[in-house]
């Protein structure tokens, strides 16, 4: 099982739906958690990171923490076709892997107009 | 701030040849990790470096190998190229421990016939 899995994708949304995320993990004590976006022939840029349980809102998008459910998610409310790209989760598992990234495949997102 | 920064952004090379990749990070940054970027394994991390020491390594044969400057540039070497080796290699910088997120340059595209 891989430390870091995420929807096996792809998903299409309608322009101005809610676009929903998921990625589950390997639970090994401490945790940080990244959603990063990477379009078609680009590098990933990072979306946000959330450390604690509950929600966290940034613009259109939030990300949500359930530690004991061990998923994390990220929401894209009104999507834009602007937002079709593949989104990454990554895991930065404690203090001693600090810069070691575990990602997840990616979903791929397509938002149509 | 001016962005990660890496070079050259495409190489091509054959087999048994070696290759040098370079990467400066983001001015602060002193955390500088690489990962290999495949359609079929996805983002899998090399290699990480702090202070001018590798904190954390991934699974990776030896003939990878990097290193990192004084002023937080860093190289990274692969040595008797195959063709596997063929990915886009990107370099990401970030603070300390990344728990605030890593920042990717525009990546090498390698390229092993």
């Known amino acids: 099982q891989k430390e870091v899995e995420q929807n096996s994708g792809p998903l299409s949304v309608p322009e101005g739906a809610i676009a929903s995320l998921n990625c589950t993990y390997s639970?090994?004590?401490?945790?940080?958690f990244f959603w990063y976006r990477q379009y078609s022939g680009k590098s990933p840029e990072l979306i946000m990171f959330i450390y604690s349980n509950g929600d966290k809102e940034d613009g259109r998008f939030t990300a949500q923490l359930n530690k004991a459910s061990q998923y994390v998610s990220l929401l894209i409310r009104d999507s834009q076709p602007s937002d079709s790209a593949t989104y990454l989760c990554?895991?930065?598992?404690?203090?001693?892997?600090?810069?070691?990234?575990?990602f997840g495949d990616g979903t791929t997102l397509t938002v149509k107009p | 701030k001016a962005g990660v920064t890496q070079t050259p952004r495409y190489l091509i090379k054959t087999r048994g040849q070696q290759v040098t990749l370079s990467c400066s990070p983001i001015?602060?940054?002193?955390?500088v990790s690489w990962y290999q970027q495949t359609p079929g394994q996805g983002l899998q991390f090399l290699f990480e470096?702090?202070?001018?020491?590798?904190?954390n390594k991934g699974n990776f044969p030896g003939r990878f190998s990097g290193r990192q400057f004084s002023n937080s540039r860093s190289e990274m070497n692969v040595s008797t190229l195959e063709l596997g080796d063929s990915a886009l290699y990107l370099c990401a910088s970030g603070t300390s421990g990344g728990h605030l997120g890593q920042y990717f340059g525009p990546g090498t595209r390698l390229t092993v016939l």
């Open positions: 990554a895991v930065i598992w404690d203090d001693t892997n600090a810069g070691k990234s575990t």
């Open positions: 001015s602060g940054h002193r955390s």
């Open positions: 639970d090994r004590g401490s945790q940080s």
């Open positions: 470096y702090f202070s001018e020491t590798q904190r």
